[in-house]
């Protein structure tokens, strides 16, 4: 079970004056169990590529193969967007029924499901985000706070009982706590769920959740990294219009200062920072 | 709550605002709130996600009017619907979503709508859009379309549409939080250059305790009360703690060294830091 993309390539408004190249040649794998960062500047291609993974986008030039299903053939749609969930940015504006039971509902209904399924389905959904279930199934969902109507919103996508959840900026707009709180609930969704791809710009989330991480800059793929070999290449980061996360941009700001320090994280950096500091002195 | 009554700019006087009054959705977004910002300052305006920063927002220049108390920009009343065309000449705003700013299909012509609004020649007019591009240095992009920019690009000029009205105030409503890392940094550099150089007031209203780091007064707001008021050292309070915003990165990365037995003074933002281990080592 993985994601295999070969040689992905898609062309906005082809043989027209607006023609525009947002993925060239793009080729990767993303295993089952990753938490996958993608990664690039507004335009890189980001939001395309996974408008891709459960067809949004109508494969045009290369190859894709989702957990077995080949979408350079015919295949069922219903299976692959019952396979990969999609979350958009902000996608609380997407809620829209009367209840939050109802809304919740929307996926598996539309999957045809018997109704004892749907109810079960959307009560294992709701409780798997950290919503009471029984206060709030009734309730308007926009009667909500920003934070719980984005849990409803991801709820409506968990009851399809995905097997690899995409989220585009699961954190924009957040106050620092909610943040935290939508990330931390993504290790608790991976337990169920186990592929998880995420879309962000913050570098610090990046760092601290993905265990692999793709680079986009201009359409094509810059590579694939751990996020210790990528944090570590300051000048790539730099030449895609990134930032380095809080502990590794310090770390940089020192190395130009001439204090040798390499940190991809606060705690090392705190004890690298120490450690120079007993050197100095001793 | 302390008081400061005056003649600051921007005057809130024990303001309240409720949001569907007497139904049964009212929301209390602003309760009893008084502050009082100068011509010049570079104001952070914090809180958690419905502590009503964007409500203060829109009551700073009358898109929203107190329902108890008063709002007074340079002694102009915001509830005196004589003075509100003056109030939002000097005070402009950029809000967080770029594309519900833009008006127009041609970017010059996006950033002219103001200024033909106020009335003025259409010479001055191309005046202050050229000098308005060129300050946030989109200028080589006026005759292409808004559609076709980057968020961070799209940003910018918005903040061009407001520099075109020659405002004395800039209120930034959360404007970073869509934009990519260098559209965020552009952003900023931007916003410090036109307080540091052009003397422009202004209120940054943002989650992000790095970009608050940078401000000379902060505001920390919680369910629509000022809880937190001061110089940069509101940004070692607590109180950030318990209400979930956190301290600025260099603040907490200080506070670690110090209990490792590092004697880091007083530091703020990551090159205030890097100056300081810089010494220490």
Do not use: W
Request: glycine residues 8%; hydrophobic residues 40%.
């Amino acid at each position: 079970m993985s994601i295999v993309i070969k040689e992905l390539t898609h062309v906005y408004s082809p043989r027209t004056p607006f023609e525009k190249t947002a993925l060239d040649k793009v080729s990767f794998t993303i295993e089952d169990g990753d938490y996958f960062g993608i990664i690039g500047h507004t335009g890189s291609g980001k939001s395309t590529l996974i408008s891709h993974l459960n067809g949004l986008i109508k494969l045009t030039g290369g190859s894709i193969v989702v957990n077995g299903i080949d979408l350079s053939k015919k295949y069922d749609y219903k299976k692959l967007r019952s396979e990969v969930g999609m979350v958009f940015q902000y996608p609380e504006y997407q809620l829209f029924d009367e209840t939050v039971e109802r809304d919740v509902a929307f996926g598996p209904k539309n999957m045809g499901l018997s109704a004892s399924e749907i109810a079960d389905r959307v009560e294992y959904a709701i409780k798997l985000v950290g919503l009471d279930y029984d206060k709030i199934k009734n309730r308007s969902p926009f009667e909500l706070s920003g934070g719980q109507m984005r849990r409803v919103a991801l709820a409506g996508v968990l009851a399809m009982r995905p097997k690899i959840l995409v989220l585009d900026e699961p954190t924009a707009g957040l106050d620092p706590r909610g943040k935290k709180e939508i990330l931390d609930l993504t290790l608790k969704i991976k337990e169920h769920c186990p592929t998880v791809i995420m879309i962000s710009h913050n570098m610090d989330e990046i760092a601290a959740y993905c265990n692999r991480i793709a680079v986009l800059g201009g359409g094509k793929l810059e590579g694939v990294f751990t996020p210790r070999e990528l944090f570590g290449r300051s000048d790539l980061i730099e030449r895609m219009g990134l930032s380095l996360p809080t502990a590794a941009l310090i770390a940089k700001k020192l190395r130009d200062r001439g204090v040798q320090i390499s940190a991809s994280d606060e705690d090392e950096l705190v004890s690298a920072i120490l450690n120079a500091r007993r050197a100095s002195h001793a | 709550m302390c008081y400061y009554i005056g003649m600051s700019f921007i005057n809130f006087d024990n303001v309240s605002f409720t949001y569907s009054a007497g139904t049964q959705n009212e929301i209390r977004a602003v309760k009893n709130l008084s502050l009082s910002i100068e011509e010049g300052e570079f104001v952070a305006l914090v809180g958690h996600n419905g502590s009503g920063k964007s409500t203060v927002a829109k009551l700073m220049n009358g898109l929203l009017i107190p329902r108890t108390g008063k709002v007074t920009v340079n002694g102009l009343d915001t509830a005196d619907k004589k003075s509100l065309f003056e109030i939002r000449k000097n005070v402009g705003v950029v809000f967080q979503n770029p594309d519900n700013q833009m008006v127009a299909t041609i970017i010059e012509d996006d950033v002219a709508f103001g200024p033909e609004n106020l009335g003025l020649d259409p010479k001055e007019i191309r005046s202050r859009v050229d000098s308005a591009l060129k300050s946030v240095d989109m200028y080589d992009y006026r005759e292409g379309a808004p559609f076709r920019l980057s968020g961070g690009q799209k940003q910018r000029i918005a903040i061009a549409g407001v520099l075109a009205i020659k405002p004395r105030v800039m209120v930034l409503d959360e404007s970073t939080s869509m934009l990519d890392p260098q559209g965020k940094k552009d952003i900023m550099d931007i916003v410090l250059r036109l307080n540091r150089e052009e003397k422009m007031t202004v209120i940054m209203i943002t989650h992000f305790m790095d970009e608050a780091a940078l401000a000379d007064k902060i505001f920390v707001m919680e369910d629509g009360e000022l809880v937190l008021s001061g110089g940069k050292e509101v940004l070692k309070s607590p109180r950030l703690i318990q209400n979930g915003l956190g301290y600025p990165p260099a603040v907490s990365l200080a506070k670690r060294l110090r209990e490792g037995g590092m004697d880091v003074g007083e530091v703020y933002t990551d090159d205030e830091l890097v100056e300081e281990i810089c010494r220490l080592l």
